[in-house]
Structure formats: structure tokens, C-alpha cells
């Protein structure tokens, strides 16, 4: 049974950091690529950031690129995220999810709010 567990949400100021972990199982997780998505309040989902299985160029948004950093480690089936300098427009559900050819899998979410 495939299972993704966001955790590492909460809330944050604004310029604060958080990291989000995404712990994988069910499925060989190093030969699966990775994603964190996020859906803020009212908006559709927005891919944020995929990481590859044999490392390679990372695309960001413009939005959070500089601030934010995926990373995986596969000896822990584990995908995190690492947000720098966060935003009030950062505040959302944070969702990982894995691709695995034609399937695809979601965690549950984790909320990030960034508020003074």
C-alpha cells in the first residue's frame, strides 16, 4: 500500500524558514520522481518544485525560486522542502506526490500558514 506522509507545516512569520518532509512507502522510492505542490486558499493546485531520480537541472516558479529547495534522500524514502524567507503568499496546502510512470500518488497535505 503506497502511503506519503507530509509532515513539517505550521506557522511561521513572515522571513521564517520551515522544512517539510514527505516519508514515502509501498514503492521503490529511488526510482521514483518526486514533486511538492501547493494549493493556496481559493487558488488551484501549483506545482512548486520536482526532483529527479538521477539529479538534474530543478525548475522553480519564479515565485519561490531563490527561497525554496527540494531535496531527496533515498536511503530514508524521504523528499523534502526546504523554504527560506517565507511569504504571507506562501500560506497553502502543501502536498507531495510521486510519479512512477503512467501512476501517481498524493499525500494528505500539510498546512503552512505564514502570518505576523
Known amino acids: 500500500q503506497v502511503q506519503l506522509v507530509e509532515s513539517g507545516g505550521g506557522l511561521v512569520q513572515p522571513g521564517g524558514s520551515l522544512r517539510l518532509s514527505c516519508a514515502a512507502s509501498g514503492f521503490t522510492f529511488s526510482t521514483t520522481v518526486m514533486s511538492w505542490y501547493r494549493q493556496a486558499p481559493g487558488k488551484e493546485r501549483e506545482l512548486v518544485a520536482t526532483?529527479?531520480?538521477?539529479?538534474?537541472?530543478?525548475n522553480y516558479p519564479d515565485s519561490v525560486k531563490g527561497r525554496f529547495a527540494i531535496s531527496r534522500d533515498n536511503a530514508k524514502n524521504t523528499v523534502y522542502l526546504q523554504m527560506n524567507n517565507l511569504k504571507p503568499e506562501d500560506t497553502g496546502v502543501y502536498y507531495c506526490k510521486a510519479d512512477r510512470g503512467s501512476f501517481g500518488w498524493w499525500g494528505q497535505g500539510t498546512q503552512v500558514t505564514v502570518s505576523s
Open positions: 526532483i529527479p531520480i538521477f539529479g538534474g537541472r530543478i
